[in-house]
């Protein structure tokens, strides 16, 4: 049976509670169990209790049942009214609005990022190469990358590849990028 609603998992022996919405509640419930079980739960404070109280000690209840249109709203307004211990966030459609991620995580998010850029294969490469190529951005779109890169360092090696590719082009207005 699949329910789209509200839920609440309580700690029985503490009465902190966690609330959240799904499209499928108890399947939801389960992924939580499971990642709770594992120790590798997203939610610290969550995992915490978990770890103290074990999985006997929380029970599921479902809130209030929702069209899945209508979830974050109606999480929302439990979220507001409830306070939950156990949430992060208190914003269900923005867990992160007035938070910021410390030095440590945007350095491993970073460092992430670099490493999928780097498991390319050469073919997915050349399908990226292929995907942007000729491709005129409008003005505007320009001037807002333009705007985003200004004042970030380049790797000399970069600044380098970079003079020996431009070496004998010109800007075309026509094109909208460099040309012979």
Known sequence: MTVSGVYQIMCVV???RYVGSSIDVFGRWRDHRAAL???RHVNPKFQAVFAKYGERNFKLEVLEEAEPSALLSAE???LDSERPELNI?????APMRGRRHSEESRGLISASKRAAARAMTS???QN???HWKGRVFSTEHRAKISAAKRGRKMRPEHV???REL???LRWSLKHGRFVK
């Open 128 to 130: 990226l190469r292929e």
């Open 89 to 93: 966030s208190l914003s269900a459609e």
């Open 160 to 162: 380098e590849a970079l």
């Open 123 to 125: 073919a997915e490469k």
């Open 14 to 16: 503490t009465g902190a």
């Open 37 to 39: 079980l594992a120790g």
């Open 166 to 168: 431009k070496t004998g």
């Open 76 to 78: 929302q307004r439990w």
